[in-house]
C-alpha cells in the first residue's frame, strides 16, 4: 500500500493534535446549545469519530451520504443524495462534518438543503481545505490543514475505496489513477 503514495501530508499524530484543536474551538463556540455533528459518509468517518471524542459537550451525531464523485478523481459536480439523517434537526445548532472541500459543490449543497429544515444554525467543519478548486462560494467554519492541488487518500479518504484506512494523510502516485481516469472522463 505504502508504494502507491507519493509523499505524507500528514501524519496520524499531526492528524491528532488538528483534531484536538479544533474540538477544543468548538467546546468553546458552542457552550449554549451543544451541536449536532452531521458526518458525511463515507469518508468523514474516523474524522467525525475522533473530533466527538475530542469535543466535551453534550451533543449527539448522525451521518448521511452524498455522492459527488465516480471513479474519477475529479468533480463531475453533480451532487446525488444517498441517504438522509435519522434525527430531526429542528432547532439544533447543526455543524456539517466532512472531509475535505474542494470545489464546494458537496459542502454548499448540503449546506443549503439541510438549512431548510428549520435549524437554529447551521456551520461546517473540514479537515482539509483544497482552495485553489473553489467553484462555490464557501469557506468552512472550522478546517483543519489547507492543501494545494493535490489528489490525497487516508484517513478516510479514497480512490476507488481503497485507502481509507491508511492512518496519515498521503498525495497517490499519478500511475495509480492516471490510465483509470483517462479511461472514465
Ligand atoms: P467538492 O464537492 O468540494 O468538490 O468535493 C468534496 C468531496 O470530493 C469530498 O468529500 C471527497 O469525497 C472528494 N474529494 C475532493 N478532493 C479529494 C481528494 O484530494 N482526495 C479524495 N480522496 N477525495 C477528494
Redo the contacts with the bound molecule.
Sequence with gaps: MQKDIKEVLFSAEQIAAKVKELGAAITRDYQENPPVLVG?LK??VPFVADLMRAIDLPLAYDLMAVS??GAA?R?SGT?RFLKDLDMSIEDREVLIV????????????LTESLKNRGVNSIKTCTL?D?PS????EIQPDYNGFV?PD????GYG???NEK?RNLPYIGV?HEEVYKGEESNSL
Excluded: C, M, N, P
Excluded at 466532512?98 to 449543497?109: F, H, M, N, Q, R
Excluded at 493535490?150 to 487518500?153: P, S, Y
Design positions: 458525511i469518508g468523514a459527488s464523485y478523481t468533480s451532487v466532512e472531509d475535505i472541500v474542494d470545489t464546494g459543490l458537496t459542502l454548499k449543497y482539509l483544497k478548486r473553489r467553484r462555490a492543501i493535490v489528489f490525497v487518500v479518504l479514497d480512490y485507502y497517490l
